[in-house]
């Protein structure tokens, strides 16, 4: 079983500034990485797939990039209503995977 | 618009029962790919199970084989979960979501799961 290793686990931050969130995972998954949003009480939402290839939808602060083992969602100029948890999921092998999660809070 | 809403949550006993549904509108079911991704209270997302568009291929993680049953009717354009010997870990909400190209591009509100004495 691949294990995705999300960090920090928890961030606090200013509206405005830029977020980074990394994702490794325990062994090289090309780019079968995608990344979700998932905001208090909602289901999640898919934000990046294929580590760095955009959703139509989604707000172009967050992108995404890395491959083989190590991978980061960054979102620029961070928004009130970007507080959420994010995760990361591997689709490189099953058992489909996910990392632990990070979750974001406005200062 | 998209839609999957999920239904037949609720509380029971260890060892026992529950068969879980799931609604999709909106899209051609019949060709997708359906997945059951669970999470616990606090917790995490973890993938349950996973069903090929024409029933031809079934996955489980290791922590349901053999308890849980995925199936479909694309007929009714419906996704179901049947889960057996259900255990005080198997509590959680259990959201299904459409897989397109091997990631979830929409998934369900929920629906909770309580597995209590």
């Known amino acids: 079983e691949i294990v995705l290793t999300q960090s920090p686990d928890f961030q606090s931050v200013t509206p405005k500034e830029k977020v980074t969130i990394t994702c490794r995972a325990s062994?090289?998954?090309?780019?079968?990485l995608h990344w979700y949003q998932q905001k208090p009480d909602q289901s999640p939402k898919l934000l990046i797939k294929?580590?760095?290839q955009s959703i139509s939808g989604v707000p172009s602060r967050f992108s995404g990039s890395g491959s083989g083992t190590d991978f980061t969602l960054t979102i620029n100029s961070l928004e009130a209503e970007d507080a959420a948890a994010y995760y990361c999921h591997q689709s490189s092998s099953l058992p489909w995977t996910f990392g632990q999660g990070t979750k974001v809070e406005i200062k | 618009e998209v839609q999957l809403v999920e239904s037949g949550g609720g509380l029971v006993k260890p060892g026992g029962s529950l068969r879980l549904s799931c609604a999709a509108s909106g899209f051609t079911f019949s060709s997708y790919s359906m997945n059951w991704v669970r999470q616990a209270p606090g917790k995490g997302l973890e993938w349950v199970s996973s069903i090929s568009s024409s029933s031809s291929y079934i996955y489980y993680a290791d922590s349901v084989k053999g308890r849980f049953t995925i199936s479909r009717d694309n007929a009714k354009n419906s996704l179901y979960l049947q889960m057996n010997s259900l255990r005080a870990e198997d509590t959680a909400v259990y959201y299904c979501?459409?897989?397109?190209?091997?990631?979830?591009?929409?998934w369900g509100q929920g629906t909770l799961v309580t597995v209590s004495s």
């Open positions: 979501a459409s897989e397109v190209d091997y990631y979830f591009d929409y």
């Open positions: 294929y580590a760095s």
């Open positions: 062994q090289s998954i090309g780019s079968s």
